[in-house]
Nanobody
Framework: QVQLVESGGGLVLAGGSLRLSCAASGGTFSTYAMGWFRQALGKEREFVATMPWSGGGTYYADSVKGRFTISRANAKNTVYLQMNSLKPEDTAVYYC????????????????WGQGTQVTVSS
């Protein structure tokens, strides 16, 4: 059974940085796409970033491009989201997700989800 566990959220001042981690277990992820999504209070879940577990291209939402970086450490079975120059509008619950297939920005395609980690950016 695939499990994804996020960590690293917290409270940070605008302009600060956080690194989220997603520990993956229970599967062979070489053919999986990994994604980060977020959901602010009262809003729909939105795409943030995605990459293939096997490496290669990454893709970002326009709102985070140039500020956020998705990466993975194979040896640790972990995917990261480095978030720099944070803004109050980045405040949300951030979710790690995975599914067996090509990169996708649509949360409907993702099969496995973590429990989420809260990121709050204060001005």
């Amino acid at each position: 059974q695939v499990q994804l566990v996020e960590s690293g959220g917290g409270l940070v001042l605008a302009g600060g940085s956080l690194r989220l981690s997603c520990a993956a277990s229970g599967g062979t992820f070489s053919t999986y796409a990994m994604g980060w999504f977020r959901q602010a209070l009262g809003k729909e879940r939105e795409f943030v970033a995605t990459m293939p577990w096997s490496g290669g291209g990454t893709y970002y939402a326009d709102s985070v491009k140039g500020r956020f970086t998705i990466s993975r450490a194979n040896a640790k079975n972990t995917v990261y989201l480095q978030m720099n120059s944070l803004k109050p509008e980045d405040t949300a619950v951030y979710y790690c997700a995975a599914y067996k297939g090509p990169l996708s920005t649509s949360y409907h395609r993702y099969t496995y989800w973590g429990q989420g980690t809260q990121v709050t950016v204060s001005s």
